[in-house]
């Protein structure tokens, strides 16, 4: 059974930085693309960033030279580390995972956990 878990969201002053974690269970971690979400109030899920084993790939422009994604497969775990954080940036933070590939849409991704709320006040 697929299953992630969220955390390290919290409330942060425009500029600040935020560290989240995706503790991921229920497969071969090692053989799946992990990505990041987020879904502002009222919009549909937007692509952050996603990271294979070997490579990285950026949906959102917004994020360029802000974010950064790591993991660790000895821990099952994905990091987002966001800094410089924007009042754009508010959102329910998830993460999910494909098997090998990185897919641009949330359609593409059959299981989520519950997210962490980032909210970047101004």
């Known amino acids: 059974q697929y299953k992630f878990v969220e955390s390290g969201g919290g409330l942060v002053q425009v500029g600040g930085s935020l560290r989240l974690s995706c503790a991921a269970s229920?497969?071969?971690?090692?053989?799946?693309?992990i990505a990041w979400f987020r879904q502002a109030p009222g919009k549909a899920h937007e692509g952050v960033l996603c990271?294979?084993?070997?490579?990285?790939?950026t949906y959102a422009d917004s994020v360029k030279g802000r974010f950064t994604i790591s993991r660790d497969n000895a821990k099952n775990t994905v990091y987002l580390q966001m800094n410089n954080l924007k009042p754009e940036d508010t959102a329910l933070y998830y993460c999910?995972?494909?098997?090998?590939?990185?897919?641009?849409?949330?359609?593409?991704?059959?299981?989520w956990g519950q997210g962490t709320q980032v909210t970047v006040s101004s």
């Open positions: 229920g497969f071969t971690f090692d053989d799946y693309a």
């Open positions: 999910t995972a494909n098997r090998r590939l990185c897919r641009t849409w949330a359609y593409e991704y059959d299981y």
């Open positions: 990271m294979t084993t070997d490579s990285i790939t």
